[in-house]
T-cell receptor, first 115, second 115 residues
């Protein structure tokens, strides 16, 4: 069975600093994808970044990067140069690629950026 | 391009009433997903469609819930009769799943309150 674990219920970071949000996963599928979503207080779910299990390089999207360590089954999100607008809930998700494409979400980490 | 559109954004109803939530996916996307988000259970996948056909409804909580996708641009999630424990935010998401694209794009959600 697939499982996603986010152990940090809440995090604080100073504006302009970098922050790492942890995500570990468990799966027996050989091909899977890992995703991060942002949910601001307004409630919408915003896609941030995707990493495939066979991708050799870590994914990057602007200030977001995914620190993918396959042997450790971790897919941490790194946000560089934090901004006040980064304050939100962040969800890690996983899906088996090919077949069902069902997402499993973690419980989320609430990030607060301090001025 | 318009994103995923959901209506209504907020719904307040009394226990026992029928509730219908609506979703218009992004044009060209062939997968549509319905999720429910609560504090207790987090984000749960209820059902998803591929090319208008329900593929997996194992997340639908009980027979009171039903979902349809009569065409590629419209889906409904119906609860009949509604109960207070159905109070949640319901998200619709769509995707064009394939070798180069696995992310899902979420609508703004419908906040349902059943009194």
């Amino acid at each position: 069975a697939q499982k996603i674990t986010q152990t940090q219920p809440g995090m604080f970071v100073q504006e302009k600093e970098a922050v790492t949000l942890d995500c570990t996963y468990d799966t027996s599928d050989p091909s899977y994808g890992l995703f991060w979503y942002k949910q601001p207080s307004s409630g919408e779910m915003i896609f941030l970044i995707y990493q495939g299990s066979y991708d050799q390089q870590n994914a990057t999207e602007g200030r977001y990067s995914l620190n993918f360590q396959k042997a450790r089954k971790s897919a941490n999100l790194v946000i560089s140069a934090s901004q006040l607008g980064d304050s939100a809930m962040y969800f890690c998700a996983m899906a088996r690629l090919g077949g069902t494409y069902k997402y499993i979400f973690g419980t989320g980490t609430r990030l607060k950026v301090l001025a | 391009d318009a994103g995923v559109i959901q209506s209504p954004r907020h719904e307040v109803t009394e226990m026992g009433q029928e509730v219908t939530l609506r979703c218009k996916p992004i044009s060209g996307h062939d997968y549509l997903f319905w999720y429910r988000q609560t504090m207790m259970r987090g984000l749960e996948l209820l059902i998803y469609f591929n090319n208008n056909v329900p593929i997996d409804d194992s997340g639908m909580p009980e027979d009171r819930f039903s979902a349809k996708m009569p065409n590629a641009s419209f889906s409904t999630l119906k609860i009949q009769p509604s109960e207070p424990r159905d109070s949640a935010v319901y998200f619709c998401a769509s995707s064009l799943l394939g070798p180069d694209s696995y992310e899902q794009y979420f609508g703004p959600g419908t906040r349902l309150t059943v009194t």
